[in-house]
């Protein structure tokens, strides 16, 4: 029997899977993998709940990373890669080759090539990320992207879910238990498997959206359940972190989907996002009397003082929490200005906490412009007493701006391919959806929309940013270019 397809040194056309493979399969195979890295990573995290195992999340990211810079590479070399993404991979291979840049000048070669334990966002994260980024524009149709980003809606749910048992005075483990900076006990933060109540508000925020836009416009009843279901998980968890960034997300998100449902001249449905509104308001009650209801109590005195009921923000003591007391990849918080020649600062006070974390980093990126201090490797410019990153009080590897963090680590030239990058986004984007109003590509743009302005005040995680990374990567993929 003749052969029907492609063969290489004449073995069996099932060997040779990637010279017959289709433009069909080819999509199917990409939105495997990037799926898997839903499956993936919040499994791969809970080791770190339990035990300080820090490579392990890394593990998740590597090996769905791999997979995919594979199927980059079959995607060009099967000519499958749309000629529309040209311009976007050359952005990101000249953010590659800018990392490089900066891992030769930083600090030590291995951090930066693998990142530091537990944030491995080294200059291999930024590889795999670019990848993420070129399957997610290679997802061939809109119902594999309804697929993933059911895909993700069900990684969300399962993030509450881990979350509801830490926000419950029932003893499971979780590193926001209590708050060491503040010597606040019995705090009982969300962070889910996203290993921060900031990380987890950013996650829940950019969720929201499509959300709240498909429970408005899909027809299909199945779907509609799952979305009113992670409505109302998603905002009521979002503002339990007790965190700027998950009141701020929220917000933000239901003013992105509005504005989405009044462009669409569809006002009459935006009654969905009441129920956003009517979880977030339990959510707010929740943090009102969570002190009582948890037995929250301060040593900051010496002694054992009962907080309270009221609403309170805890973004500074999230920060060192994480950075200090989960990782130890950052020193410890002391109010005292005398032990950092930095000074002090007030880690109750969000102005504080923030205005303490740009200011420095301006300072980082006034002595290294160019190539920065290399990938995740913000806190090794700030040493002053030791090499030992504990024994140094106040320094920080998070600058909680993305941008800013961008430019100390890995240089200005790298925020602006950066930025660079994002606006084509965003303009793709934005044509999409004048070109074919669908309800998916709004969201899905709205959602790049609303990670970008978070990251004003927040930052990039493996748990959460590939995420951001694969709806960039379709976003800017939607608009079809007029022949």
Not at 401 to 411: D, E, F, K, M, V
């Amino acid at each position: 029997m003749p052969k029907t397809a492609k063969t290489i040194f004449h073995t069996t056309e099932k060997s040779n899977f990637i010279l017959n493979m289709t433009p069909e399969s080819y999509h199917g195979y990409n939105l495997k993998i990037l799926l898997s890295f839903l499956v993936l990573m919040p499994l791969f995290s809970i080791p770190l709940e339990f035990f300080k195992v820090y490579s392990v999340p890394g593990m998740a990211l590597s090996i769905t990373g791999v997979f995919a810079l594979v199927f980059v590479l079959i995607g060009f070399m099967k000519s499958e890669t749309p000629k529309k993404l040209f311009l976007p991979a050359c952005l990101l291979a000249a953010m590659l080759v800018w990392g490089l840049v900066s891992l030769y000048n930083s600090y030590f070669y291995s951090i930066s090539l693998f990142g530091a334990d537990g944030r491995s966002e080294g200059w291999l994260s930024l590889l795999f990320y670019g990848s993420f980024f070129l399957l997610g524009a290679q997802l061939g149709t809109d119902e594999n992207r309804l697929k993933l980003l059911h895909g993700m809606f069900w990684m969300g749910l399962a993030e509450c879910f881990w979350s509801l048992f830490q926000m419950l005075p029932v003893g499971f483990p979780s590193y926001y238990k209590n708050l060491e900076p503040m010597l606040l006990l019995q705090v009982l933060l969300p962070s889910g498997l996203t290993g921060s109540p900031i990380f987890l508000a950013i996650l829940l925020s950019v969720l929201l959206i499509p959300a709240v836009l498909e429970a408005v416009f899909t027809e299909n009843p199945k779907h509609k359940l799952l979305d009113y279901v992670c409505i109302v998980c998603f905002s009521l968890t979002a503002v339990r972190t007790q965190c700027l960034t998950g009141l701020l997300g929220f917000l933000l998100a239901v003013i992105l989907v509005l504005t989405c449902i009044l462009i669409r001249r569809q006002g009459k449905k935006a009654a969905v996002c009441a129920i956003a509104l009517i979880a977030a308001g339990i959510g707010m009650c929740w943090n009102y009397v969570s002190p009582s209801l948890n037995q929250t109590f301060s040593r900051a005195t010496g002694e054992e003082v009962n907080i309270e009921n009221g609403i309170s923000f805890y973004d500074g003591a999230i920060i060192w929490e994480d950075s200090s007391y989960r990782l130890a990849v950052s020193g410890y918080y002391s109010k005292s200005s005398s032990l950092n020649p930095n000074g002090g600062f007030e880690i109750e006070s969000l102005s504080d906490s923030y205005g303490y974390l740009w200011k420095n980093t301006l300072h980082i990126i006034a002595r290294f412009p160019l190539a920065g201090s290399g990938p995740d490797s913000l806190v090794y410019p700030q040493l002053y007493q030791s090499r030992a990153i504990s024994a140094n009080p106040n320094v920080f590897d998070r600058c909680y701006n993305y941008y800013l963090h961008i430019a100390g680590t890995l240089g200005i030239p790298m925020l602006l391919l950066f930025l660079a990058l994002m606006i084509l986004t965003l303009l793709r984007g934005g044509k999409a959806c004048r070109q074919h109003g669908i309800w998916l590509h709004d969201s899905i743009f709205a959602s790049v929309v609303l990670y970008l302005l978070l990251m004003l005040i927040g930052t990039s995680c493996i748990t959460v940013a590939p995420l951001f990374w694969m709806l960039a990567g379709i976003c800017v993929s939607l608009y079809e270019p007029e022949i």
